[in-house]
C-alpha cells in the first residue's frame, strides 16, 4: 500500500508542476493592453466609373500599462465590405507591433471604401504567438465609426437635393428673364 501512496503523491507533484510550467507558458501575465486612441483623415477620393473610392489614414494607438512586453501582437482593421466571397468572413487588413511596458505604439492603416455611408470598423488586437492564450489583458477589439464624406453618392449618381438646387436655379433665372422681357 505505501507504494500506491508513494506513487499517488509523486504523480500529484509532478502534474502541479507540470500545470506551473503550462501556466507560464501559456499565460502572458504582466501584459496589460489597451486602445487609447483611434483617428482617421481622408487622403484622396478618386471617381472609378460610377462610384467614388475615399482613401483614409486610420491611426490607432495601443498603450501596454502591465510591467512586461508585450511580444509580437497582430493588429487587425476590418469593415463590413472586406468579406471573403467564399466564407463570408472578414478580410482584415493587418499589422505587427512589440510594446514596451509603460509605452504606447501608433499604428496606421491605409483603408479604402467605395461605399457612400457611415461605416463601423472593427480593430482587433491579440498575440501572435499561438501558444500565448489570448485574455482581456493581452487581446481585444473596439468597434469605431468612420464618417464618410465627399462629393457624389454611393452609385456615382448626383444627391436629389443637388438636382433640386440645379432645377431651382434655372426656373429662376427663367422667371427673371420673363421679368425682363416685360
Known amino acids: 500500500m505505501p507504494n500506491k501512496t508513494v506513487t499517488m503523491l509523486i504523480l ?22 489597451s486602445i487609447t486612441g483611434f483617428s482617421y483623415d481622408l487622403i484622396k477620393q478618386v471617381k472609378k466609373g460610377r462610384v467614388m473610392m475615399s482613401q483614409y489614414n486610420i491611426t490607432v494607438t495601443l498603450h501596454n500599462s502591465g510591467d ?7 493588429v487587425l482593421l476590418y469593415d463590413e465590405e472586406m468579406l471573403d466571397p467564399r466564407t463570408n468572413q472578414p478580410l482584415p487588413l ?30 482587433e488586437y491579440y498575440p501572435k ?27 456615382g449618381i448626383p444627391d436629389l437635393n443637388i438636382i433640386m438646387m440645379i432645377l431651382a436655379v434655372f426656373i ?7 421679368r425682363k422681357r416685360l
Open 12 to 33: 500529484v507533484i509532478f502534474l502541479a508542476n507540470l500545470s506551473i510550467l503550462a501556466g507560464n507558458v501559456l499565460s502572458d501575465s504582466g501584459v496589460e493592453l
Open 68 to 74: 512586461r512586453d508585450s511580444g509580437d501582437i497582430i
Open 94 to 123: 493587418n499589422k505587427t507591433t512589440q510594446i514596451e511596458p509603460g509605452d504606447s505604439k501608433t499604428v496606421v492603416f491605409e483603408w479604402s471604401t467605395g461605399l457612400y455611408r457611415n461605416q463601423n470598423i472593427t480593430i
Open 129 to 155: 504567438d499561438p501558444n500565448i492564450l489570448r485574455n482581456s489583458y493581452n487581446s481585444g477589439s473596439k468597434t469605431f465609426l468612420i464618417e464618410v464624406t465627399g462629393t457624389g453618392s454611393k452609385n
Open 172 to 178: 429662376g433665372v427663367l422667371i427673371v428673364r420673363k
